[in-house]
Every structure is written in structure tokens, then in C-alpha cells.
């Protein structure tokens, strides 16, 4: 499934501020400019891919030395998936041979990289949605005279093609009612009711004269899985009960999932404007009802 414009871009220049002068054709190893990273690269960070079932893809991802010794790259293919609401990453091995690598490992100088071609295979009559791999890259780094592991991965999102389903239901939304800080937190769970990822965009606004809308946040969506997204609003210029409504909107439906409630905000300069005020007023009244507490009224003369 092609990701939204803004995002290619953001992954595009991820990858090309990792790559430096990474680019080369074919699989010979070539020198990395001047970096201040040091360690083990690999790019892309993230790869999307559709195929149609009983189809072949070949391509590849770059690998990089940037320490100061010459390494053995290790590579293996993990499949990916997430954990409900915090959307932790789990890697297991692959219960299919769907994504197969060139090679097992590659030497890389100090220095240089290295393209790792690998092929993605559908078998046919797979059924259409999301199928999700992560491309392994480590090195024990003894071997480069140095302590440790290292270990980088790109996230590999292929698509069978045919009738893709991106639904989704909003299961829970939750809002800070009384408010007295200068952001209004807010959490909306969202589930993938559907077979293939995709993104959602969630932000909320209180509607009122001196209200302002939060800024829209990017998430992605792996299919049946609940993520949880939290935000924030920011708060109105002055106190009160204002309607705020907060939650997501997808490229794939047309509707936008919503919850509504009322927040009270109360900042804090209007709790020390109330406080003045109650003192002031009670000052007043403590001044005028001294002399009339002072007076003495004579009784009439009952003679």
C-alpha cells in the first residue's frame, strides 16, 4: 500500500541523511563520506512494497561499516509484528520463506558499504493484506578488536494486492475534564478492523472564541491490532467550560472518528484573580460592618 506523500518524504530524507554517499550501482563496496555516526548502518529504515499473488520482486538495502575496523555483517530475515496499545515491535522467526536473502552475511572494510540484494516471493492464491518482515543486520564486534554487538534493522511492509480492507473503529477516548496547565491531554485507542496497514491522523480542538486546534499526529495501523494515541489541545486564552472534540481520521474512510466532552479550565492566574478578589470583598465587608456593630441603640424610655 503506497504510504502518504509527507511520510515517503520523511523516510526519504532519513535515508538520505543516513546514507551520505552510500549510493552505488551494483554490489561492490565503496567508501562512506565523512560522518560523525560510528557504528553499523542500515538503510532504507523503512521499505513498502505491493505485489499482486504468484508475483517476484528482487531488490535490495545498503549495509555500512562505520567503525574503525573491518567487520562481518551477519543478515537474517525476522517476520515483525506489535503489541496491542503501546505498539511495542516482537520479531520471530518467519512462518513462511516469502522473503529469501542473497547472501547469509558480507565482509565490509572500515568504511564502505555494501548492497544486500534479496527477493520477495508471493505464492499464488495468497490472500490480499499486509504481511510484515524485518531485515537483520549484526556484527559481534571482538572480531573488530572492540567489545559488543551490534545490531540495525529496516522494516520491510509488503502488500498482496487485491481487495484491501482499511477499517477501523475508535474503542476508547478518554480526556482531562478539569484542566489547569497549558495543555489538554487526551487518548484515543484505535483498531486496524481491516487486512492491510495504514496510517491515521489524529488531533483534537475546543470550540469556543479563543480556542485553538491541536496539531495533527501520524500513526500507523497494522491490521488487528489497537493502538493507543495520545495528544494534547492547547488551552484557551481564558477560563471556563469549553466542548472539546478529539480523534482520528484515516486517507481510506471517509468519516471522521470522533468523541466530544466538556472541559472545565481553570488556569492558574484566574485561581489568584478569584483569591484577590474574595480578599478584597471580605476586606470590604469587615470595613463596613465595624461601625455598625460599634453603635448602641438606647432603648425608648418606658416611663
Known sequence: MPCPLHVRR???AVSAILLVTLTSAGGAAHAVGPSQERGLLITPVRQYTSLNAGAQKTTSFTVANLTSKPITIKLAVKQFSVTDYVYD?????PDNNWVKLSVPQVFVKSGESRKVAYTISVPAKSAPGG???TLFASTDLSDAGLQGTLRAASLLYVTVNGKLVQTSRLQRASIQRVVFGRQIPYTVDILNTGNVHYFAYVSGRLHGPTA???DEATHLLL???VRRASGTIPAPVLPGVYKATYGYRTDAEAATHQASAL???VPTWSMA???LLLLAGLKMYQRTARPRAGRRH???DER
Do not use: I
Open 10 to 12: 520523511l523516510v526519504a
Open 223 to 225: 491490521p488487528k491490532k
Open 263 to 265: 472541559v472545565l479550565y
Open 298 to 300: 438606647n432603648k425608648p
Open 131 to 133: 504481511h510484515y518482515y
Open 89 to 93: 515491535y516482537r520479531f520471530e522467526d
Open 212 to 214: 485553538k486546534p491541536s
Open 273 to 275: 484573580a478569584a483569591l
